[in-house]
């Protein structure tokens, strides 16, 4: 059955130690499957380690009612994924952080819109899912800087506003203050040379 609505991401860990050469997706959809009776696993997306590399596995349909989430009917309107590891136990370590950050920016493009990030244990208060070491205020902190407005002055409706984003990035042209970039002041010839000058060494960097 299709989510009518989507408007969350559920947060999870599997409780289990990760089995860094085996395939924990399959054996986490086989046990929902047998022992839970369900038609296929409850998350949508799994995060593991394969060969000690973290990749992404696919649960269920991304756009199908969940089985990880029952309390405050949250299966109905969010997307559930579950990172392999006992994070009670341990932190999560910094490239599956990165990669979970990442799956967050790219859903939030899918559906066109910035979904709140949920852990499961604020729904189910018996749990202490995604774990207790799992830094889930890190996340959101990462989340509300990569989504803040850099300038004041500049909204994320503007025509330019992407390129004025990759050029600060890039340190080809600052502001005229921290909070200001002043879009309709004129720029001088040698202010232009300066930027051609950065944008030359930026280059060099990558022959």
């Not at 720029?187 to 232009?192: A, G, L, P, V």
Request: net charge negative; with cysteine.
């Amino acid at each position: 059955m299709k989510r009518l609505s989507t408007n969350q991401i559920i947060l999870h860990h599997s409780w289990t130690e990760d089995n860094v050469l085996l395939n924990d997706t399959e054996a986490i959809r086989r046990y929902h499957m047998q022992n839970n009776g369900w038609n296929d696993i409850g998350y949508h997306l799994v995060l593991e380690q394969i060969d000690n590399n973290w990749v992404w596995k696919d649960g269920r349909p991304i756009d199908d009612v969940g089985a990880h989430c029952k309390e405050n009917r949250r299966n109905y309107t969010s997307i559930g994924i579950c990172v392999v590891g006992n994070f009670d136990k341990y932190e999560l370590p910094l490239q599956a952080q990165g990669m979970l950050f990442s799956k967050i920016i790219e859903l939030n493009d899918q559906y066109g819109k910035q979904l709140t990030v949920e852990p499961h244990k604020q729904h189910a208060l018996y749990k202490t899912c995604p774990g207790k070491m799992f830094d889930y205020a890190d996340i959101l902190v990462a989340l509300e800087q990569h989504y803040s407005e850099r300038y004041t002055d500049v909204s994320k409706t503007d025509y330019g506003y992407d390129a004025i984003e990759t050029i600060s990035e890039l340190g080809l042209m600052n502001g005229v203050s921290e909070t200001e970039f002043a879009p309709d002041k004129p720029i001088t010839r040698r202010d232009f040379a300066v930027v051609l000058e950065r944008l030359v060494d930026i280059l060099d960097l990558y022959r």
